[in-house]
């Protein structure tokens, strides 16, 4: 079974540029969750969907970041305009049977 | 309110020596927990779960981690130390949000234990 995919990999952006991270979730999983991993730390959630619908956003500085996911399939997550403390990995997520499956993340780093 | 502790971001044994990694809970409800681990520039991969069954959980690649409610703590041992297992690991807990669905609620992770395995 093809695992959770995320591009890009790596992102270099200058601080108040745009930036938008793409996740593909395992086939059938209805519920997907972003992460924010900052260097030494865990990841945090910053939002989660069940299907097209949002179950938690409580997180999400909804300032700067926003976060789609048409057709209760792929996902994008976006921040605009970039900071510097923003630098990170962006994990995505996908679950069924209570598990959470991991994809390889992208690593964002803001100059 | 969810939290998660892991005693010592850093922690080295010697190949062949027993790995003991710490974490401890807090949960207002009873917890679901989890080890991950992540090897550098990787997602996280699941070691195990605990999923209120059985209170020794056994894991992939050798590991285990025993529930004790009475300590809130799930810590995750294995008996001998590989190379292959130097990486940082995660101790996460979850609330079900969605009670008797498929699907957990969203994961608290711990701040990680980086494991270096000497030779």
């Known amino acids: 079974e093809a695992g959770v995919a995320q591009s890009p990999r790596y992102k270099i952006i200058e601080k108040r540029q745009s930036v938008a991270f793409w996740c593909n979730p395992i086939?059938?999983?209805?519920?997907l969750y972003w992460y924010q991993q900052i260097l030494g730390q865990g990841p945090k959630l910053l939002i989660q969907f069940q299907n097209n619908g949002v179950v938690d956003d409580s997180q999400l500085p909804k300032d700067r970041f926003s976060a789609e996911r048409l057709k209760g399939v792929d996902s994008t997550l976006k921040i605009q305009p970039a900071k510097l403390e923003d630098s990170a990995v962006y994990l995505c997520?996908?679950?069924?049977?209570?598990?959470?499956?991991f994809g390889p993340g992208t690593r964002l780093t803001v100059l | 309110a969810q939290s998660v502790t892991q005693l010592g971001s850093h922690v080295s044994v010697s190949e062949g020596a027993l790995v003991l990694l710490r974490c401890n809970y807090s949960?207002?409800?009873?917890?679901?927990l989890f080890w991950y681990v992540q090897y550098p520039n990787q997602g996280l991969q699941l070691l195990l779960k605990?999923?209120?069954?059985?209170?020794l959980v056994k894991g992939i690649n050798g590991f285990e981690a025993e529930f004790k409610k009475s300590e809130t703590s799930f810590h995750l041992t294995k008996p001998s130390a590989h190379m292959s297992d130097a990486a940082e690991y995660f101790c996460a807990v979850s609330d079900d949000a969605n009670a008797g669905g498929t699907s957990y609620g969203k994961l608290t992770f711990g701040q990680g234990t980086i494991l270096t395995v000497h030779p």
């Open positions: 605990y999923t209120s069954a059985a209170t």
């Open positions: 997520a996908s679950s069924s049977r209570k598990v959470q499956f």
């Open positions: 086939s059938g999983h209805a519920t």
């Open positions: 949960s207002s409800v009873p917890p679901y």
